[in-house]
Structure formats: structure tokens, C-alpha cells
């Protein structure tokens, strides 16, 4: 039987059952971190990449904590998309799957889009373990269906994702129903600014593990650069995704407006396309992420915050038919493929304006492969800062005129005349070139 790794931090036989079920042997990089400070008690700030097992890092310290007697709530964790808190309850329902009859532990997803009436009649008795959106939630502790204030622990998962959102406000309430001295554990990308009035508020001296990824993106990922070169976008990643045919690509924009657009676009060329943004209703997108899991689509088009947290397996490409303003973005988009030691591809559809953006991932340690698409087939192209180093035509025609009037070691006759003749050329062609310019 495999080592199991996870056995030094002594966990209670049922959750190293559960790790052993899943096949979890070896923490991972923020696991390792993590675990020791949850099981101390102390607050802390997790920043690590998407993919990196963080649910697992708060979940299982938090498990090991339950005392299964007191049937009151003893956690809280919030999550900004329902598709997220889904996963996060599913996760930690794996392992209470293993707890003894006896001494089980009870965790509740509660998300919008469900019945607030039936969820409050079900609320009789107290989960130990609260899992959810913070809108829900709050609504619940005004409500006075839903008690916190026993709670000692309090996870806020994808934080800036919740700031976007307009979620930390819901979150902000739902902390101040709760003790004085909490144990907050904050998990995000990054911390923006926004973010430090929030955390300095409920947290004193926090502990901040942040994991940085070996290589930026995945090991096994390709990047590709392909210039949109004035040609229709939503065409090219049409061609794009026929010439890949890939297993499950998606495809990203910056805004639900855009998505649609270019979902409208693939549909009225024949393919079936999921759609994943802010704008559909909830029975839409739990339908929509059923039939995405259920392989009913080969294409996504999404937009980040609608995608983020969303856990869809077997991705092969994805496509950015845009940039995102906020680089981090681009790791965020790009992790959703090439997992769990699986290649994957990534192309950018670009044009001239997104230079410094490009320049600032490649600063970050991300390497381009250029393409172009002719006929249906990528084709390689020379690297795109090759034209960076070559002479603008004006200072060729300088260092060609400096050459010329360097004086040879030895004078013909009439040297002069000829040399003054050429400058006189050289000179007219700049001035032809400079008059069309204008």
C-alpha cells in the first residue's frame, strides 16, 4: 500500500479513510502550508494559483476541529458563484461520507436559486458545517433561521472574485453576527487594494501563505499567439476551433455582451456552443453546467467571473478572443486545461494594441509559440519582436549615407561629385517616402 503523506499532520481515522478513497496520498504545495496553521487555530491568507487543492487545505483542518456532539453551526464558508459553493460542499460531503453513524458531521450548501421557504423549515436543526454564497447565507441569519454566532472559523473563498462581484459587503454582515475572536482563513488570486480595509478589520497579524506556481502557467501547456491582422475575429475563431477539433475548448471574452456575440456567431455556423456569464438565470446555468459535465458540448464560450471556480474537466483549448485587462486573468483563463498531467493549448487571437500586454506575459515567464491560420491549417510564423531589432527605413538610409561619406584610404578623380550624387539620391527616395506618409 502507497505512503500516505497526510498522516503526519494526525488526522481522525474517517477523513484518512476518505483521503485514501480519493486516491489523495500527497499534500500539495498549499496544503502543506496551510493545514498546520487551520488545525493551530490562527487566521491566514492563502494566495495560490487555480488547481492547486486549496479547498481540501481549509477543508480538512476544519473537519478534524467538528466536535459531532454539538449540533450547532461551528464553520462558515462562502464561496462567490453557487457552482463553487456546490463543489466545495461536494468536496467536503467525500469525506463525511466516512465519518461513523454514530458521530457523523453534518454540512448544508445553502445558494440562491433554490426555495429560501423549504430551506428554512429544513434549518429545525443546526448544520455544524455552513457551506454558501454570502447573499444566501445572510438572508438566512436575518431570517433568524440560521444561527453563525456560534461559528468559530469563517472561510472566504475567491476573495477579489467576491470584491467584483459586490459579495464582500454580504460577507462583511455575515462575519459581524459572528464571536469577537474568529479564525478567518482568506483564499485569493491576489489582493487588491479594495480588498486590505476588509481583511484589517477582522484579521490582526494574519499569517500569508503564498504559493508561487513553479512555472507560471502549467508545465505541459502551449501557448499560442495568432494576429487577428484586421480580419474578422468571430471568423477566425471559428476556423480556429475547426482546425483544432479539439476535445472541450473554451473560449473567453470580457464581457456577457461579447459572449453572446460570439456564442450567436459559432451557432449560426453550425456548432454547439455552451454559454457560461453572468447574465443567465439560475435554472439556466445549473442546466447549462449539467450538460457541459454531461460532455453535451464540444465548444464553451464564457466570461471570467462567470468561469472562475467552475470546475470542468477534460478541457483540451482554450481561446482567448481577447485579452483580459487584468493579466492575472490570463493565468486564471489558461489553468483551465493542461490538469492533472494533461497537455493543453492556449491561443490568443491579437492585434497590434495588445503589444504591452503581451510583453508583460512574456515578462512573467510566458513563452509564445506565433501562428497564423491559412486555409484552414496553422502555419508558423517568424517570433513577432523580430521586427523590433531591424532598422526603420529612414535609419537605414542614414547608415547608408554615414557609409558613403566615410572617407575611402584611397581618392579616385571626380570622388567627390559621385559620392555628392548618391546622398542627393538617397536623399530624394526619404523625401518620396516621407511625402506619402504624410
Request: with cysteine; charged share 30%.
Amino acid at each position: 500500500m502507497k505512503e500516505n503523506k497526510f498522516n503526519r499532520f494526525k488526522f481522525q481515522p474517517f477523513i484518512n479513510e476518505a483521503l485514501q478513497d480519493m486516491g489523495f496520498f500527497e499534500p500539495t504545495e498549499i496544503q502543506d502550508q496551510m493545514i498546520p496553521l487551520v488545525l493551530k487555530g490562527e487566521s491566514a491568507i492563502g494566495q495560490s494559483q487555480t488547481g492547486t487543492g486549496k479547498t481540501m487545505a481549509y477543508a480538512l483542518p476544519i473537519l478534524e476541529a467538528i466536535k459531532p456532539d454539538r449540533k450547532e453551526v461551528q464553520a462558515v464558508i462562502t464561496a462567490p458563484t453557487r457552482e463553487l459553493a456546490t463543489q466545495i460542499y461536494q468536496q467536503i460531503v467525500k469525506v463525511t461520507e466516512f465519518c461513523d453513524p454514530d458521530h457523523a458531521i453534518m454540512a448544508k450548501l445553502f445558494i440562491g436559486g433554490t426555495d429560501k421557504q423549504r430551506t428554512i423549515d429544513k434549518l429545525k436543526v443546526q448544520p455544524q458545517i455552513v457551506v454558501g454564497t454570502p447573499g444566501r447565507i445572510y438572508d438566512l441569519v436575518q431570517e433568524q433561521a440560521l444561527f453563525v454566532h456560534t461559528a468559530a472559523v469563517l472561510v472566504v473563498d475567491e476573495a477579489d472574485m467576491m470584491l467584483d462581484m459586490g459579495f464582500i459587503e454580504d460577507v462583511d454582515r455575515v462575519a459581524a453576527r459572528m464571536p469577537e475572536h474568529l479564525q478567518m482563513l482568506v483564499f485569493s488570486a491576489t489582493i487588491p487594494e479594495k480588498l486590505k480595509p476588509f481583511l484589517k478589520k477582522y484579521m490582526e497579524n494574519p499569517k500569508t501563505i503564498h504559493i508561487e506556481p513553479k512555472q507560471k502557467t502549467a508545465g505541459l501547456l502551449e501557448h499560442y499567439l495568432l494576429p487577428s491582422r484586421h480580419r474578422n475575429k468571430k471568423e477566425l475563431v471559428h476556423d480556429a476551433l475547426i482546425a483544432y477539433n479539439p476535445y472541450l475548448a473554451i473560449v473567453f471574452t470580457n464581457t456577457k455582451k461579447m459572449a453572446e456575440e460570439v456564442a450567436d456567431y459559432l451557432n449560426e455556423k453550425g456548432l454547439k456552443v455552451g454559454r457560461v456569464h453572468g447574465d443567465l438565470s439560475p435554472r439556466e446555468r445549473k442546466k447549462m453546467m449539467k450538460q457541459i459535465q454531461d460532455l453535451e458540448f464540444q465548444y464553451i464560450v464564457a466570461t471570467d467571473l462567470a468561469s472562475r471556480g467552475i470546475d470542468i474537466e477534460g478541457v483540451s483549448h482554450v481561446i482567448n478572443y481577447e485579452l483580459p485587462s487584468d493579466l492575472d486573468f490570463y493565468v486564471h483563463r489558461v489553468g483551465r486545461t493542461a490538469r492533472a498531467g494533461s497537455t493543453g493549448t492556449a491561443l490568443t487571437i491579437y492585434d497590434l494594441s495588445d503589444e504591452d500586454a503581451l510583453n508583460r506575459l512574456e515578462k512573467m515567464g510566458i513563452v509564445f509559440q506565433n501562428i497564423d491560420l491559412k486555409n484552414g491549417e496553422f502555419v508558423e510564423l517568424e517570433d513577432r519582436n523580430r521586427r523590433k531589432t531591424r532598422k526603420k527605413p529612414e535609419e537605414q538610409e542614414d547608415h547608408i549615407i554615414k557609409a558613403i561619406t566615410k572617407k575611402p584610404k584611397q581618392v579616385k578623380p571626380g570622388y567627390k561629385k559621385k559620392q555628392q550624387a548618391e546622398i542627393e539620391k538617397i536623399k530624394k527616395r526619404q523625401r518620396r517616402l516621407n511625402a506619402r506618409k504624410k
